[in-house]
């Protein structure tokens, strides 16, 4: 509908152009990436001087892809890790969790959870492949929070070694709910054997708790510890996962 000059008054005049004004900002604000300098935009930087020397931002702003009409993707990035704190929360929100910031529906949730599964089987493929020989728990126990930080639901799992200490095999035992998984010693005991394993290493996570051990975890450590010395197979230790925190049992002495 056309306004009159008559129909035309200051006060409206006024809120026109406080109106432009406040969209010329924004234009001016809401810069897009692209308009960067080039030793500025994350993807350059990533290309020319490597991914480790990336930000969490700047990491993030690549897996997000492309901004929305008020933020561009560094932006976008720079306000989801403010709010939860830090990427490897974000790794474990949920879709209906993460679509309560604004500007994340199915595919970014789908582009962030893709990418960083990527991370996780690279590092879960390669750093501890059938063969290679633990030097120390600490090689383990890293190996280990990779593998289980971001799941949602509890599993037990077992790092199977020869007598030199070389993987095996890494076999998840059971998966349960978010609290619970059941684990069966005759499981880990066939599980053993079938691996020809000299020793092992148990884990689970807690996702929705804290990493200390429970009454039950430590019953159990010691229910199959019993059952494997039947056939002279060393528990070596036992980790319990929780975000990014991880015990070991070994370190507690709970497994004397």
Same mark, same amino acid.
């Given at each position: 509908?056309?306004?009159?000059?008559?129909?035309?008054?200051?006060?409206?005049?006024?809120?026109?152009?406080?109106?432009?004004?406040?969209?010329?900002?924004?234009?001016?604000?809401?810069?897009?990436?692209?308009?960067?300098?080039?030793?500025?935009?994350?993807?350059?930087?990533?290309?020319?001087?490597?991914?480790?020397?990336?930000?969490?931002?700047?990491?993030?702003?690549?897996?997000?892809?492309?901004?929305?009409?008020?933020?561009?993707?560094?932006?976008?990035?720079?306000?989801?890790?403010?709010?939860?704190?830090?990427?490897?929360?974000?790794?474990?929100?949920?879709?209906?969790?993460?679509?309560?910031?604004?500007? *994340?529906?199915?595919?970014? *949730?789908?582009?962030?959870?893709?990418?960083?599964?990527?991370?996780?089987?690279?590092? *879960?493929?390669?750093?501890?492949?059938?063969?290679?020989?633990?030097?120390?728990?600490?090689?383990?126990?890293?190996?280990?929070?990779?593998?289980?930080?971001?799941?949602?639901?509890?599993?037990?799992?077992?790092?199977?070694?020869?007598?030199?200490?070389?993987?095996?095999?890494?076999?998840?035992?059971?998966?349960?709910?978010?609290?619970?998984? @059941?684990?069966?010693?005759?499981?880990?005991?066939?599980? $053993?054997?079938?691996?020809?394993? @000299?020793? $092992?290493?148990?884990?689970?996570?807690?996702?929705?708790?804290?990493?200390?051990?429970?009454?039950?975890?430590? =019953?159990?450590?010691?229910?199959?510890?019993?059952? =494997?010395?039947?056939?002279?197979?060393?528990?070596?230790?036992?980790?319990?996962?929780?975000?990014?925190?991880?015990?070991?049992?070994?370190?507690?002495?709970?497994?004397?």
């Amino acid at each position: 509908m056309s306004v009159s000059k008559a129909n035309f008054t200051p006060s409206l005049a006024r809120h026109v152009l406080i109106r432009r004004l406040i969209n010329s900002l924004d234009k001016e604000v809401e810069m897009a990436i692209r308009d960067w300098a080039a030793d500025d935009r994350p993807r350059e930087r990533l290309i020319h001087r490597g991914a480790r020397h990336l930000t969490d931002t700047e990491l993030l702003a690549i897996l997000i892809g492309s901004g929305t009409q008020k933020l561009n993707a560094l932006e976008l990035a720079r306000h989801l890790l403010d709010e939860i704190g830090s990427l490897n929360r974000l790794s474990r929100l949920s879709f209906r969790r993460l679509g309560e910031y604004r500007g *994340f529906g199915q595919a970014r *949730f789908a582009c962030l959870h893709a990418g960083m599964e990527i991370g996780r089987r690279t590092m *879960f493929d390669t750093e501890f492949s059938i063969g290679t020989r633990l030097e120390n728990s600490k090689n383990a126990e890293d190996y280990i929070k990779n593998a289980l930080f971001s799941l949602q639901r509890e599993v037990f799992a077992c790092l199977f070694l020869d007598t030199r200490h070389k993987v095996l095999s890494f076999d998840v035992i059971s998966e349960g709910t978010i609290d619970r998984a @059941a684990v069966y010693p005759r499981e880990v005991v066939r599980r $053993v054997i079938d691996h020809d394993a @000299a020793a $092992v290493i148990f884990c689970h996570n807690h996702p929705s708790g804290s990493a200390i051990p429970s009454d039950s975890d430590k =019953l159990l450590t010691n229910q199959l510890k019993s059952a =494997l010395s039947l056939i002279d197979v060393k528990v070596l230790d036992h980790f319990i996962v929780a975000g990014e925190a991880c015990i070991s049992f070994a370190d507690l002495g709970l497994l004397q």
